[in-house]
């Protein structure tokens, strides 16, 4: 498998649709800058696809502690006064806590995977504001593949 170019979201959801979790997490271990360059790239792409209209006005702070065979990457997600900023690293006193597989992950914000079938088989793990977790997604706009 080539490089997977997590900043170039149709490059990103052709992969996550032609490989398994395992090929990919693989891949990603093995390209230069791993695991941390995909998911500053992914995040980078989610605050760029923030629609502060859909948010109105609210704000809010977003832990994700993605897991690969590495270990946990954690990324905070901070919404306020119309900008969405992200950061390595953790956030204080998260409003929702999101913890899931990296495969999962690219699988889920590329639209390959559904949020609610992956919490109920329990490889999607919310605490915090449940309903928050719900509502927040539509906030960004998904490029098209």
């Not at 093995?30 to 998911?39: K, T």
Request: glycine fraction near 10%.
């Amino acid at each position: 498998m080539s490089q997977i170019d997590a900043s170039n979201f149709s490059a990103l959801s052709a992969a996550v649709e032609q490989n398994s979790n395992e090929e990919l997490v693989a891949a990603i271990q093995q390209q230069e800058g791993g695991v941390d360059a995909v998911l500053g790239q992914v995040f980078a792409g989610m605050a760029e696809s923030f629609n502060p209209a859909k948010a109105a006005g609210q704000q809010a702070t977003v832990q994700y502690e993605i897991s690969s065979p590495a270990g946990t990457h954690e990324w905070a997600m901070r919404i306020a006064d119309g900008r969405c900023e992200v950061e390595e690293g953790r956030a204080e006193s998260p409003r929702v806590t999101i913890r899931m597989g990296l495969g999962d992950f690219l699988r889920l914000i590329t639209g390959k995977a559904n949020g609610m079938q992956l919490f109920m088989t329990g490889k999607l793990k919310v605490s915090g504001d449940l309903f928050f977790a719900q509502t927040y997604q539509s906030w960004f706009d998904r490029p098209q593949a």
